[in-house]
């Protein structure tokens, strides 16, 4: 039964590799970065992140955790070569590099974003406790907005996020290893692949301004 299992378990472990490529697997983690920011864009109350981060910021580092296996598994079964002739040619790649970017300065908006709600909705609370006779009302964030607190003070709360939009990434740790393998024709596939982004780079600089 023991010998059943393990094979089963094997099987699994081929399969996810045979299945899974560096598209896909990139597809996934521009998917999850994308939805995690739209989130992000959507709370405008309390209630909303509390509903958000339900759904969507608390399950994040599970998901994440997922894609990253699924890499791992990806890495195992290709040679080294394999790994990053598909590694420069995925589409997947390119699209991720250039959302990533895009991303990063559409979180750094968010939280700015975030940060004034929080503390408009303090001010809100203030100004009517004042109104009820309060001479120096003292309000804790953690009682009157605590999980729009959590989004913009607990540090934990999007760091799987923020990690995914930094510049140290599961793809970028993999790359930085292929110069070491010492592969032939390694030069002429750097030069094909940083031609390759130039497709991909916007032609004009994208300037995100929230109105």
């Given at each position: 039964m023991t010998r059943i299992h393990l094979c089963l378990t094997l099987l699994v472990l081929v399969f996810a590799g045979c299945?899974?490529?560096?598209?896909?697997?990139?597809?996934?983690?521009?998917?999850?970065?994308?939805?995690?920011v739209?989130?992000?864009?959507?709370?405008?109350?309390?209630?909303?992140?509390?509903?958000?981060?339900?759904?969507?910021?608390?399950?994040?580092?599970?998901?994440?955790?997922?894609?990253d296996k699924k890499l791992s598994i990806l890495v195992i079964n290709r040679t080294?070569?394999?790994?990053?002739?598909?590694?420069?040619?995925?589409?997947?790649?390119?699209?991720?590099?250039?959302?990533?970017?895009?991303?990063?300065?559409r979180f750094a908006l968010e939280m700015t974003r975030l940060r004034d709600l929080h503390q408009q909705l303090i001010d809100a609370e203030v100004k009517e406790l004042k109104r009820k006779g309060e001479a120096n009302p003292q309000v804790d964030p953690q009682k009157l907005i605590p999980k729009l607190d959590d989004l913009v003070n607990k540090a934990d709360t999007l760091k799987k996020?923020?990690?995914q939009l930094g510049t140290n990434t599961d793809?970028?740790?993999?790359?930085?290893?292929?110069?070491?393998?010492?592969?032939?024709?390694?030069?002429?596939?750097?030069?094909?692949?940083?031609?390759?982004?130039?497709?991909?780079?916007?032609?004009?600089?994208?300037?995100?301004?929230r109105p």
């Open positions: 299945v899974d490529s560096v598209d896909s697997v990139f597809r996934e983690y521009r998917n999850s970065n994308n939805e995690a739209d989130a992000m864009m959507m709370v405008t109350s309390e209630s909303q992140a509390d509903g958000l981060t339900a759904r969507i910021f608390k399950p994040m580092g599970d998901r994440y955790d997922r894609i080294k070569k394999e790994i990053i002739t598909e590694t420069f040619e995925s589409e997947g790649v390119h699209m991720y590099l250039t959302e990533l970017e895009i991303n990063r300065e996020l923020k990690d793809l970028m740790k993999l790359m930085n290893q292929f110069g070491m393998w010492k592969m032939d024709g390694f030069a002429e596939q750097v030069i094909a692949f940083k031609k390759r982004r130039e497709m991909y780079e916007p032609k004009k600089p994208i300037v995100l301004v």
